[in-house]
């Protein structure tokens, strides 16, 4: 079985400061994780993925997010948040024992003030 | 590449009646498709699994009678709402699995708004 916990349903931060979204993972098998992000309406774009090569993985749009096994972690950040980052992030956990078929967190809403 | 489209991108019917919703994958072929839902304010769940030329898989708790799926070809498959009620009003979005990439890859359509009045 595999799950996805989103540890904050909603972030907001300053323009111009880090942002820090988390997640946590639980997996039987070795796991791909994702993040997502939605805007207002819209499907989900891909931000980033971990794929079992390096840990730390950088992604669109100045994001990135590093995979801690230890922790089952994997944390997206962002040194400068925009304006148009303002959207909801998806952490999303797959894996070869579960068909490789996606399971979703919760969702995580992040605000951006100007 | 690897966009997908669906149609329409909203839609009001009256409950009772019927709604199909298309997922076309437009420069590629699926033979993989898949359905979600989303509530507002919430994540992604999956319904079915749409297979070319075959029938679809459900999750558990998804009516099959009530979300018909047709998956004709390989660039269409098709989420038919039948008999819709207020309850089936969600956001729908389909994705599609990219032949030859690595199996968990999904590209997701723009998703569907479904109103039922």
């Known amino acids: 079985a595999q799950s996805v916990t989103q540890l904050d349903s909603h972030v907001s931060v300053s323009e111009g400061t880090p942002v820090l979204l988390r997640c946590n993972y639980s997996?039987?098998?070795?796991?791909?994780l994702f993040w997502y992000v939605q805007h207002p309406n819209k499907g989900l774009q891909l931000l980033l993925k971990?794929?079992?090569?390096?840990?730390l993985v950088k992604g669109i749009n100045g994001f990135e997010a590093e995979f801690k096994k230890s922790e089952t972690s994997f944390h997206l950040t962002k040194p400068s948040a925009h304006m148009s980052d303002a959207a909801e992030y998806f952490c999303?956990?797959?894996?070869?024992?579960?068909?490789?078929?996606?399971?979703f967190g919760g969702g995580t809403r992040l605000m951006v003030k100007p | 590449g690897a966009v997908v489209s669906q149609h329409p991108s909203r839609v009001i019917c009256k409950s009772g009646t019927s709604v199909k919703i298309e997922c076309r994958s437009l420069?590629?072929?699926?033979?993989?498709m898949f359905w979600y839902r989303q509530f507002p304010k919430q994540s992604l769940m999956l319904m079915a699994t749409?297979?070319?030329?075959?029938?679809?898989?459900?999750e558990q708790g998804v009516e099959k009678d009530k979300f018909l799926i047709n998956h004709a070809s390989l660039t269409l498959s098709t989420l038919t709402v039948t008999s819709a009620h207020p309850e089936d009003s969600s956001f729908y979005i389909c994705?599609?699995?990219?032949?030859?990439?690595?199996?968990?890859?999904?590209?997701f359509g723009p998703g569907t708004r479904l109103t039922v009045t």
């Open positions: 420069d590629f072929q699926a033979t993989t």
């Open positions: 971990y794929t079992s090569a390096a840990t």
């Open positions: 749409s297979n070319e030329g075959s029938k679809a898989t459900y």
């Open positions: 997996s039987s098998y070795s796991p791909s």
């Open positions: 999303v956990v797959t894996a070869l024992n579960a068909g490789n078929m996606l399971t």
């Open positions: 994705s599609a699995r990219y032949p030859g990439r690595s199996p968990y890859e999904q590209y």
